[in-house]
């Protein structure tokens, strides 16, 4: 049973609503632009983008931005992906006029001054610099960098210093032609309105908005081939990453990807990882899985960090869960058991309402379907025993991990 509703302006811009008996509205406007189309020696640019976004527009200076919304009490804000760009708030439901009349004011009209891209450069440089101060988050970046060697996708979404310094108004106005397309545009409302309302809302502010239809030209990142990278940091402990490139999210595989990084390294404190590296031997006080498809590609990783001294240890044991699910066919138990944990963990996920609505706005611009809560689980129980060794054979294979390691100088 489709629980949404969805409405396609002449423009291309699409408006996706569900229904919620709640008095609080979450709403975003989702873009399908983000660090991947950036040009060479554009790092950050998207980024950047999104900061200015707030700045100044043609009829509102910073602070009537910023207040459009916080004086009713409203939370507004926003983020860059590889692949999206997205800003969301949410507000009382008497107040969504408000919302949507400033998002189509800060993404149609912002007008990028010179003051205020000054300020911001320093806080961006500010955000780098704290990043980078963080080996548990500098790795993971660096591990992508690696990954996806001479590729937009491995550039960090932040940028460089470098970047970020000479970066100017024709940069953010080249972007913003050449990657904002109205129909790949969604605005997605969770909320308590009649639908036409919504859609009445939207034609007011974003119908006005001409046809923009600028052809994307993303191209799949290549594989990279495995190896071992060891950066010496003026660090306390060992941080290392093992992973490689996986599934995208269209894949037949990806729930199954899906469901075994769960049992690997996911939530909670019963995972593979965890009773074995955590719980048994003590050695890594963070040790995790993750698996992120993205639209023609995927990544896979482990991530720990510990003392150096048992960090060999640990790498150890994570090469011998990998081996573990590459070798041995889940029971018929273990593989119900799992499933349940993760079917539970995703119907718990539907509580955090702006995540759930940035999620379905996401797959309807990426599939222009919204599969339900029914299909997902239906989709996870049909995964097979077979089919997890299957991934686990592929996607585990030593010839195609890449491992990187910071260690103290």
Do not use: W
Request: hydrophobic share 35%; with cysteine; net charge negative.
């Amino acid at each position: 049973m489709i629980d949404y509703q969805a409405h396609t302006l002449p423009n291309g811009i699409r408006i996706l609503y569900k229904q919620s008996p709640f008095a609080i509205t979450h709403c975003c406007f989702i873009v399908n632009a983000g660090s991947r189309d950036e040009a060479n020696q554009q790092e950050g640019l998207a980024h950047f983008i999104e900061h200015l976004l707030f700045k100044e527009t043609e009829r509102r200076n910073t602070n009537q931005i910023l207040n459009r919304l916080e004086l009713v009490g409203a939370d507004l804000n926003a983020y860059t992906t590889k692949e999206y760009t997205c800003i969301h708030a949410s507000l009382l439901n008497q107040h969504l006029e408000r919302a949507i009349d400033l998002f189509e004011d800060i993404l149609f009209h912002s007008t990028f001054p010179e003051d205020e891209q000054e300020k911001e450069r320093g806080v961006i440089l500010d955000e780098i610099a704290s990043y980078l101060d963080q080996p548990e988050e500098a790795i993971q970046d660096d591990f992508e960098e690696l990954l996806f060697k001479d590729d937009p996708f491995g550039k960090n979404i932040l940028g460089t210093p470098e970047t970020v310094g000479r970066m100017n108004s024709d940069d953010m106005r080249a972007f913003i032609k050449a990657n904002y397309s109205t129909s790949e545009m969604i605005f997605a409302v969770h909320g308590n309105y009649d639908f036409k309302k919504v859609v009445k809302l939207c034609e007011k502010y974003f119908g006005g908005i001409q046809a923009h239809h600028p052809k994307k030209n993303r191209i799949a990142p290549k594989a990279n081939n495995s190896g071992i990278v060891v950066v010496k940091k003026p660090i306390s402990q060992t941080h290392c990453i093992i992973g490689g490139q996986a599934y995208p999210s269209s894949h037949q595989h990806k729930y199954g990807l899906l469901l075994l990084n769960n049992l690997l390294g996911g939530m909670g404190m019963s995972s593979r990882l965890n009773l074995e590296i955590r719980e048994k031997y003590g050695i890594a006080y963070t040790i995790e899985s993750n698996y992120t498809p993205f639209s023609d590609t995927g990544i896979f990783s482990v991530y720990f960090g510990t003392d150096s001294e048992k960090a060999e240890k640990a790498s150890r044991l994570v090469h011998k869960e990998l081996k573990k699910l590459r070798d041995q066919k889940l029971g018929t138990l273990q593989l119900h058991q799992a499933k349940q944990k993760f079917i539970g963990q995703i119907a718990l996920a539907e509580e955090n309402r702006m995540s759930l609505i940035i999620s379905m706005a996401k797959s309807l611009l990426d599939f222009n379907h919204i599969d339900t809560l029914e299909d997902i689980f239906d989709k996870i129980n049909a995964v097979t025993a077979e089919q997890l060794l299957e991934i686990g054979n592929e996607i585990f294979d030593n010839d195609r991990l890449i491992t990187l390691k910071f260690e103290p100088k």
